[in-house]
């Protein structure tokens, strides 16, 4: 199984706040890299696909980057609905593999 | 609308089984994959298995830690996938969602790399 470490596990911010997320997974990914937000209770909402494309509706302070090992989830100004678990996913290859993720939460 | 909607999800003794299952409508259910991904009481998802399209023979692939007890079938005429899980074990106690594995086409290929849409979830407790 391919792994995927996401850091860090949890991070206190402020509205208006930048806020980044990594996981680090083995080389060779490439695009394949995708983000989710997961709130309590529900299922989890694509944000960012291959890496960096941003998922249909999703507001443009979401970001994606990386390439080899390293890959990142910006959120460029933090709103009051970002509050959440963020969760990184490779697939790469079989089985799919999911990141610790992160919770997000008001300071 | 597009929508996934599980379904089947209770409460089964250690060794016991259960059907889940997950209508789809307002796409063409048979173009995709559909997968599975659980998530236990606090823990991160995990990816399950899948089942593939037509093209690719309904061919299914499963995690490590379910093969051989869990068994994924779909109905594309129903638009509907099904996990029949077989000898439960307290560590399968979680919410279960399916998702939609869309297939993208460029350059005279086809693709499945990223899961768009998501169910709900059901919830399948394992306890005796």
């Known amino acids: 199984d391919i792994p995927v470490t996401q850091s860090p596990s949890s991070l206190s911010a402020s509205v208006g706040d930048r806020v980044t997320i990594t996981c680090r997974t083995s080389?060779?990914?490439?695009?394949?890299f995708n983000w989710y937000q997961q709130k309590p209770g529900k299922a989890p909402k694509l944000l960012i696909y291959?890496?960096?494309t941003l998922q249909s509706g999703v507001p443009s302070r979401f970001s994606g980057s990386g390439s080899g090992t390293d890959f990142t989830l910006t959120i460029s100004s933090l709103q009051p609905d970002d509050f959440a678990t963020y969760y990184c996913?490779?697939?790469?290859?079989?089985?799919?593999?999911f990141g610790q993720g992160t919770k997000v939460e008001l300071k | 609308e597009v929508q996934l909607v599980e379904s089947g999800g209770g409460l089964v003794q250690p060794g016991g089984s259960l059907r889940l299952s997950c209508a789809a409508s307002?796409?063409?259910?048979?173009?995709?994959?559909m997968d599975w991904v659980r998530q236990a009481p606090g823990k991160r998802l995990e990816w399950v298995g899948r089942?593939?399209?037509?093209?690719?023979?309904?061919?299914?692939e499963y995690a490590a830690s379910v093969k051989g007890r869990f068994t994924i079938s779909r109905d594309d005429s129903k638009n509907s996938v099904y996990v029949q899980m077989d000898s439960l074990k307290t560590e399968d106690t979680a919410v279960y969602f399916c998702?939609?594995?869309?297939?993208?086409?460029?350059?005279?290929?086809?693709?499945?790399?990223?899961?768009?849409?998501w169910g709900k979830g059901t919830t399948v407790t394992v306890s005796s």
């Open positions: 998702a939609r594995v869309p297939r993208i086409c460029y350059g005279g290929s086809c693709y499945f790399y990223y899961m768009d849409v």
């Open positions: 307002g796409f063409t259910f048979s173009d995709h994959y």
């Open positions: 089942s593939k399209n037509r093209l690719n023979s309904y061919s299914t």
């Open positions: 080389p060779g990914i490439s695009i394949y």
């Open positions: 291959a890496t960096s």
């Open positions: 996913l490779q697939t790469y290859s079989i089985p799919w593999t």
